[in-house]
């Protein structure tokens, strides 16, 4: 019965991918996690996708049809990602999006190209990514962005000289650890300490107890909410009075009720989607979030919702669907709630981070 049911959907995506003319439905992929490490991420993703494909379906779909989403699940798991990326592709959906974790997309982005497949990626930060093929694109900027951010706030705005970082063993944490220590040295800072932890980590006396006998002026926490939590309420119990900044990677009302008061004063830069803004655009997309789940949308449902835009209407500017898609997709030009999306040559956007902080138990935007 499994194998009948994927052969029905296989000869439906490749029905809907013909001549524009004679498309029924316009059907793409999604690959993002929706269980393990990485699934709180995956969910906030799916819920936004889900709010866009609601809302462009009940305005007349694209030029008159239907949009579906076919959703795999990557369990988090580079080697599950490329399996399911390989069925999409197979099937014969002419975009995915997906590689919500810079790890996953950096392992499907090949397959894509391979492929000739279009792979737009909502939240994948490695500067890696930046022109790993002419395939692939993001809505969402890249740790370049953010680790220059960071580091100039951190010496400029709040004067540290010197900061150990604690960074979780992945590409991502990797990544932006770089970015932000080249940066910060360049401006004369000094990294007293700097060691990577393993992902799912949670017990972190033993690294505090040794950042604690540097005495930096602050420290830098690149990572995901569970493991910066877990830190933060060791910073607390340790007693360590230190500026501590971190990484868009935390934004999420998650860490809140983890870390608690150990999350207070936190320092992070991350896109400047908003949802306290007073921009009607975002209001709407807010108040209908807000209608469909039971949270307030954070950053990546943001991106999220933003990426299956960018893919209507790529699609609908299409004169000659799918082969021309990949060049429609890198035409954009789009006023979207998370900013001006185009994209350079290397497939990036330009979207730089504003610096947010934990005060009161909210994510306050800073001047």
């Known amino acids: 019965m499994k194998g009948f049911v994927s052969l029905l959907i296989s000869a439906l995506a490749i029905a809907a991918v013909g001549c524009q003319?004679?498309?029924?439905?316009?059907?793409?992929?999604?690959?993002?996690?929706?269980?393990?490490?990485?699934?709180?991420?995956?969910?906030?993703?799916?819920?936004?996708?889900?709010?866009?494909?609601?809302?462009?379906?009940?305005?007349?779909?694209?030029?008159?049809?239907?949009l579906d989403i076919l959703i795999e699940d990557d369990r988090s798991d580079e080697k599950v990602a490329v399996q399911k990326t390989k069925q999409l592709a197979g099937s014969g959906v002419p975009l995915i999006i997906g590689g919500v974790t810079s790890n996953i997309?950096?392992?499907?982005?090949?397959?894509?190209?391979?492929?000739?497949?279009?792979?737009?990626?909502?939240t994948a930060t490695s500067p890696k990514l930046t022109g790993i093929g002419q395939y692939f694109f993001r809505n969402f900027p890249s740790d370049t962005l953010e680790g220059h951010v960071m580091a100039e706030y951190a010496v400029r705005r709040m004067k540290m000289r010197s900061v150990a970082?604690?960074?979780?063993?992945?590409e991502y944490g990797q990544g932006i650890t770089k970015v932000f220590r080249d940066r910060f040295e360049e401006l004369g800072g000094v990294v007293t300490y700097e060691k990577a932890y393993p992902e799912g980590a949670q017990d972190f006396p033993g690294y505090i107890k040794e950042i604690k006998s540097t005495g930096p002026e602050g420290v830098y926490l690149p990572g995901y909410f569970t493991e910066i939590a877990a830190i933060l309420k060791e910073i607390r119990s340790q007693k360590l009075e230190t500026k501590i900044i971190s990484v868009q990677g935390m934004a999420t009302?998650?860490?809140?009720e983890i870390a608690g008061e150990a999350a207070e004063g936190v320092v992070y830069p991350?896109?400047?989607?908003?949802?306290?803004?007073?921009?009607?655009?975002?209001?709407?997309?807010?108040?209908?979030?807000?209608?469909?789940?039971?949270?307030?949308?954070?950053?990546?449902?943001?991106?999220a919702y933003d990426a299956l835009q960018v893919a209507a209407k790529a699609i609908e500017n299409c004169a000659n669907y799918p082969e021309d898609l990949r060049a429609r997709v890198a035409d954009t030009?789009?006023?979207?709630?998370?900013?001006?999306?185009?994209?350079?040559?290397?497939?990036?956007?330009?979207?730089?981070?504003r610096m947010f902080q934990i005060k009161g138990g909210q994510f306050t935007p800073l001047e």
């Open 21 to 66: 003319d004679e498309v029924k439905v316009f059907r793409i992929g999604a690959v993002i996690p929706l269980s393990g490490s990485a699934e709180a991420y995956g969910r906030n993703v799916e819920h936004g996708l889900k709010l866009a494909l609601e809302e462009i379906n009940a305005k007349g779909g694209i030029k008159g049809k239907p």
């Open 105 to 122: 997309a950096l392992a499907i982005a090949p397959v894509c190209e391979e492929k000739k497949v279009v792979l737009l990626s909502p």
């Open 165 to 170: 970082i604690l960074f979780i063993d992945k």
């Open 253 to 256: 009302p998650m860490i809140l």
């Open 270 to 303: 991350q896109p400047p989607f908003d949802p306290e803004s007073k921009n009607a655009e975002i209001r709407a997309f807010v108040s209908a979030y807000r209608a469909k789940f039971p949270t307030k949308p954070d950053v990546d449902a943001a991106f």
């Open 333 to 353: 030009n789009l006023r979207g709630i998370t900013g001006d999306i185009t994209f350079t040559p290397g497939g990036d956007v330009d979207i730089t981070p």
